[in-house]
């Protein structure tokens, strides 16, 4: 029997400064196995390093997200080139385009992103991809780079079921959390129906997105179990064979199955 594999989560995030501990602590009694911590600026690369060190469970990905790539410069991107080799290290992430927040400008963003994706291509690591209100282009510049022969995911996946079939078509995984137990998730639902079970990972964007019954309050590895639930009925399947299917997806995302454990 498997065990929940957590894709996307945050835990050097303030919001887990008092409890870390004490809810790294819970998770094998709640199912859940692994997780993957993962960087979004400068400052948590160093701490997402140091988490993935001190758990056995937890792996890093280390990258800069859209919203907060304004400070990269070349220099700063080959100091984080130099630790992708890192055995803890399993993806480059989280890289991509948000318009939603449409800051800084969408050319350094791209920038930015295009950089990313070669640096994951070179490292021969997948990567995590963040992509908001901006499908068009963030297809565009996957399709550019080739990103199939890369591979990765695109988390907090929030397009349509039409786009997904795509980003599948490239090889990539969907990650699916909180929102799909939403009752006006109506396209999310219509993603996890629609998607072959191979392509779902199962995350929480930790504390982003708690699941219903929690929307509002701090998100943790916690409440996958309900993200689980939630997708097993959108399937009509159990939710242990959600639970154990979407393990394995994981860890062929982030080629866990091809590494030796430690
Ligand atoms: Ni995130």
Known sequence: M????????????EAFQEDREEIFAQLPGKGIGRVVNIASDLQSIGECLDLAHRYPFMYCALGIHPSDCAPLTDELLEEIRGKLSDPR????????????WDTPDRAIQKHWFEEQLEMARRAGLPVVIHSRDAAQDTM???RTHR????GGVVHCYSYSLE?????VKMGFYIGIGGVVTFKNARKLKEVAQGIPIDNIVLETDSPY????PFRGKRNSSLYLP???????????????????RTEQNALRLYRLDQKKPG
């Open 2 to 13: 498997g065990m929940i594999f957590e894709t996307h989560a945050h835990y050097n995030d």
């Open 89 to 100: 290290v399993v993806a480059v992430g989280e890289i991509g385009l948000d318009y939603y």
């Open 140 to 142: 565009q510049l996957m």
């Open 147 to 150: 990103a199939e022969e890369i």
């Open 163 to 167: 786009m997904a079939r795509e980003f």
């Open 209 to 212: 997105l708690a699941p219903v």
């Open 226 to 244: 309900y993200v689980a639930e939630a997708i097993a009925r959108l399937k009509g399947m159990s939710t242990q064979e959600v639970i154990d």
